[in-house]
């Protein structure tokens, strides 16, 4: 019932066309008795012959209305004449009557406007494009649609042309698609010039809106955002304009890809202002900005509003959602990205590779390995959806088991979670994945944080040279790290110096390891030393990480105690000291 109702919703509509109403009314006919025939497996309810529909029968009562129905001589011959000799005609199939249905109800037989046209396989030359078209504005519209589609700015002009040499008039359509291909090209003057054009032809009235929401489209698809505002000022000061929400989206949608959250804020602000209501569009651009500058808690809360409005999150939404939690370590926002993944997956999205790196990532700075084993597994049965997995996949589960051996003192543990990450790094080799200096890196810092030094210098000295790759400063840090563990002090001066002659500086996190190893071992002026020279870089030294060595030499040696409060930096830092008392 309800497909019958909307075929005769598109009878009634598109009458206009110039196929007749007769005609028209002998397929809608054929459609609602093919309907009420089928069951719902799509198959005639018997096997014996359809029902027929009688033409041009002498009683007939519709052909009776047919006759008295006040269409032109010209118009009644285009109504199909069946065969004299035929006097009724077998009810066609479904498939047979859609396309008769298609075909009739469009302007141009042949060609169907009912489906979204394919616009990637449409040919844009004008000569090739109404070969099989009739020359109207309909089809103008469309073809600069095209050309906007595939960004041929200069044939839209073309086409424009050509629309004012046959006597089309220039429609506020067309003038919308010839500044989108204008924008899509770079031509940014091009576009401002048609759009001042239409408002010097057509007048600038409020319906008028959509021509400056392509026009600032335009700019910022170009990465000037200085005239976009521009135009949000010109727009504002207008009376007869009233901003909507596609005008404020487009703006916004741009500033958050030029990572400009200063300015994405304003516009967002604007909006509230004037009163403009966010849509779906708009909260998906406004979470992902909360989740480029570290606002998790506005995110949170701009999702709580999605819902409490009735709208629907979209895949992006969750996605920033996820994105925004696993930057933060606590463990509230851990637990609310894997929240968000389940109703992700409950509102039917498919999560894509750099949602399940987020969530990998988020496990791996946790320590959760049998969550990161869990997410791992689900991204291996993906792959024909998600692709193949990478180096990165591989490492950061392989990162997430050595952060789990630094927490542990129990060497047994310590073997099985080795182990573990031995056998990733197998499957690694036997799928042929490619093997980086960042996966080696992160296998050094396995052995090392157990204190297995033969197995990461092996990695150290004969992978990178079986792979053809240097060691980077976190291969040296690991080491560094494990000799400054076990007060090795000359083999971390060793490694240290390894390291300067690659001409890499090293980070504070390296300075730090060093020097309360030295500290540990009771080398004061070498670590004097490592402290001066952390200066020397640019690296200031923070009195939180030294306290430790200041406790130390404050009774034997009062001297080196002042002077490593003249080294160090004094800078009060509330979270850090919060944390600790905590």
């Not at 046209?117 to 073809?143: A, G, H, M, V, Y």
């Not at 300015?263 to 900005?289: C, F, K, N, S």
């Amino acid at each position: 019932i309800a497909r019958t109702k909307m075929l005769a919703n598109r009878v009634a509509t598109r009458s206009g066309f110039i196929t007749p109403l007769c005609c028209i009314h002998d397929i809608s006919s054929v459609f609602v008795r093919t309907y009420a025939g089928r069951n719902p497996s799509g198959h005639s309810k018997s096997k014996r012959q359809s029902p027929r529909i009688q033409h041009n029968a002498p009683n007939s009562r519709r052909n009776k209305s047919s006759s008295s129905s006040s269409l032109s001589p010209d118009s009644t011959a285009l109504v199909m004449q069946p065969d004299v000799n035929k006097k009724a005609v077998s009810l066609p199939n479904y498939t047979d009557v859609q396309f008769m249905f298609d075909t009739l109800m469009n302007p141009i037989s042949g060609v169907n406007y009912t489906i979204k046209p394919d616009l990637s396989k449409q040919s844009t030359d004008i000569n090739d494009f109404f070969s099989n078209r009739i020359k109207n504005l309909q089809n103008f519209e469309l073809l600069l649609q095209l050309q906007a589609f595939k960004k041929e700015h200069e044939k839209a002009i073309e086409t424009v042309d050509v629309m004012r040499d046959l006597g089309f008039p220039v429609s506020d359509k067309a003038y919308n698609y010839l500044i989108m291909a204008c924008g899509e090209g770079g031509r940014t003057d091009l576009a401002q010039k048609y759009f001042d054009e239409c408002n010097a032809v057509n007048g600038e009235v409020e319906a008028h809106m959509h021509l400056y929401t392509t026009l600032a489209w335009a700019y910022a698809h170009n990465g000037q955002l200085d005239q976009c505002w521009k135009i949000i000022e010109n727009v504002e000061r207008n009376t007869l304009l009233k901003p909507d929400v596609a005008f404020y989206t487009v703006m916004l949608q741009h500033c958050v890809f030029a990572k400009d959250p200063h300015r994405a804020w304003q516009i967002y602000w604007h909006m509230q202002e004037r009163g403009v209501m966010p849509d779906q569009v708009t909260y998906t651009h406004i979470i992902r900005l909360c989740a480029q500058t570290d606002m998790v808690e506005r995110a949170i809360n701009f999702y709580d509003e999605m819902i409490q409005r009735e709208m629907v999150p979209t895949e992006h939404v969750y996605a920033s959602l996820i994105h925004a939690c696993s930057t933060r370590k606590d463990l509230y926002n851990y637990k609310k990205a894997f929240e968000f993944f389940q109703k992700m997956k409950e509102d039917g999205y498919k999560p894509d590779i750099k949602t399940y790196n987020n969530l990998l990532t988020n496990c791996a700075g946790r320590a959760d390995t049998p969550m990161a084993e869990m997410i791992f597994d689900e991204m291996l049965m993906k792959q024909p959806d998600i692709g193949d997995l990478n180096a990165y996949n591989y490492s950061t589960l392989i990162d997430c088991y050595t952060r789990e051996v630094a927490r542990t003192s129990d060497a047994h543990l310590q073997n099985i979670i080795i182990s573990k990450g031995e056998v990733v790094f197998k499957k690694m080799r036997e799928k042929e994945v490619p093997i980086d200096h960042v996966t080696l890196g992160i296998m050094v810092k396995l052995y090392s944080e157990a204190g297995r030094e033969k197995d990461a210098l092996v990695v150290f000295h004969d992978r990178f040279k079986e792979y053809g790759l240097k060691p980077d400063f976190h291969a040296y840090g690991a080491l560094i790290k494990m000799y400054a563990k076990k007060g090795e002090i000359e083999q971390v001066q060793e490694v240290y110096m390894q390291l300067r002659e690659t001409g890499v500086v090293p980070p504070y996190w390296i300075y730090k390891n060093m020097i309360i190893g030295m500290v540990k071992a009771k080398y004061y002026k070498r670590a004097i030393k490592f402290m001066k020279e952390m200066k020397q870089v640019g690296l200031k030294p923070h009195i939180q990480d030294f306290q430790l060595f200041r406790k130390m030499t404050r009774d034997e040696f009062p001297q080196l105690y002042e002077e490593i409060g003249e080294l160090c930096d004094w800078h009060f830092d509330s979270t850090r000291f919060l944390v600790r008392a905590w």
